[in-house]
């Protein structure tokens, strides 16, 4: 099936419309028309080959939420109709130990939605900014929202599992200090998800016009990191910090607000590495720094479910295909309350003509 999609032929060109094959439904695959797609900036970096290995054309998005159209003959738990969504992970080798406990996140032959290797024409995966999707059962989410709330439900595949994995992981909760560094599309669903949680929540921002929001986000208190008064203000107090900060900074400046056995998991995956924390700031307090990456299937389902049962969606801004580029920049500018988020519909008029297989 040929459908309508928005990539890049190069990292240092803009996004454009194109056209891309998807599979025919094979025995477990369900077909899904694209209702919605997140922007994350990890599309972003993907897109201009800021991690390297990016294949061209490259289409993006990890945050998909649509209606299942279609599905193969041994698929029992989807049927047309279904709402449900995609994440990062549209296959793993499904044998091993990481598969077994439902970490695919963590699996060596993990498939990400996009630029990963597969059978299918081109050769790799290619991501939600497109008319529709097909992928194994096993990696299809079911969504409990109510469909009016399903474009704010798509950043929950990507940005809300992100932050809602190392938050369970470290155990966000009542009687816990968490800060959260960054209020972006991860940050703010970060703060959201670690407020449900019932934990005291910190946001850290280096934009001083996002205090009142980051309260109204849930909150407890604001600090701007630019602040140093404001920053001592909380050392030694943390049991965990969220940093889902995209540019490297300064690390030492949050572990010191940690307390004794306190923990710092980075998400964010800036293009150019952070300089090593002072080994001081580790041992004096047996602190640790650890990393996450998005979250396996089953922690998947349970964060929707968790974000049905207490409202939670994303703070959204709805676009159309042809702003995409527009919108990228003004991710780098911090000029979006939280997340973009593509009206797939938009794509059946892009005028798309470029068949990439
Ligand atoms: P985003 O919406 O652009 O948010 C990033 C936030 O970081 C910004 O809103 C800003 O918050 C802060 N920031 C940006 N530049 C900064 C700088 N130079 N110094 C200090 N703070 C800065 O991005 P996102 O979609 O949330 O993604 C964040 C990062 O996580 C990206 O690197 C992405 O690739 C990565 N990611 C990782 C995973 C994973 O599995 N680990 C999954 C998804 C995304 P303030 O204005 O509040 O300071
Ligand atoms: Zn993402």
């Not at 001592?232 to 030492?252: E, G, M, R, Y």
């Not at 998991?265 to 150019?272: E, R």
């Not at 041992?283 to 299937?297: Q, Y």
Request: negative net charge.
């Amino acid at each position: 099936m040929l459908v309508n999609a928005y990539g890049a032929h190069a990292g240092n060109q803009p996004l454009q419309p194109l056209r891309i094959t998807r599979r025919a439904p094979g025995a477990h695959d369900v077909q899904i028309d694209i209702a919605f797609c997140g922007i994350c900036h990890s599309d972003l970096h993907q897109v201009r080959s800021e991690w390297e290995g990016t294949q061209y054309p490259c289409v993006p998005g990890h945050e998909i939420v649509g209606r299942v159209t279609a599905v193969g003959a041994h698929v029992a738990t989807f049927k047309p109709g279904d709402l449900v969504g995609i994440g990062c992970i549209v296959d793993s080798c499904k044998h091993c130990a990481d598969c077994d406990e439902g970490l695919e996140n963590y699996c060596d032959g993990m498939i990400g939605t996009y630029n990963f290797p597969t059978a299918d024409a081109p050769g790799w995966t290619q991501g939600g900014y497109s008319q529709a999707i097909v992928v194994h059962e096993r990696y299809v989410l079911r969504i409990r929202h109510p469909e009016a709330q399903l474009a704010a439900v798509a950043p929950l595949l990507c940005a809300g599992i992100t932050t809602y994995s190392p938050l369970r992981h470290w155990q966000a909760g009542p009687g816990k200090k968490v800060g959260v560094v960054g209020i972006g599309g991860l940050g703010h669903m970060g703060i959201k998800l670690a407020h449900a949680m019932g934990a005291h929540v910190v946001a850290f921002t280096t934009s001083p016009s996002k205090r009142e929001a980051a309260l109204q986000l849930g909150a407890d208190e604001v600090v701007v990191s630019r602040n140093p008064e404001e920053m001592a203000a909380h050392l030694k107090s943390f049991d965990f910090i969220l940093n889902t900060v995209a540019a490297p900074h300064d690390l030492d400046a949050f572990m010191v607000l940690l307390k004794r056995d306190g923990a710092m998991t980075l998400v964010g995956a800036p293009a150019t590495p952070h300089d090593a924390p002072n080994v001081f700031n580790l041992i004096m307090k047996r602190r640790t720094l650890a990393g996450s990456m998005i979250g396996g299937i089953p922690q998947t389902q349970e964060m929707l479910d968790f974000c049905a049962e207490h409202g939670i969606v994303a703070d959204i801004e709805l676009i159309q295909a042809g702003e995409i580029n527009e919108a990228y920049e003004r991710m780098l500018r911090g000029e979006v309350k939280y997340r973009f988020v593509i009206d797939n519909a938009s794509l059946g008029s892009t005028g798309a003509s470029t068949p990439v297989s």
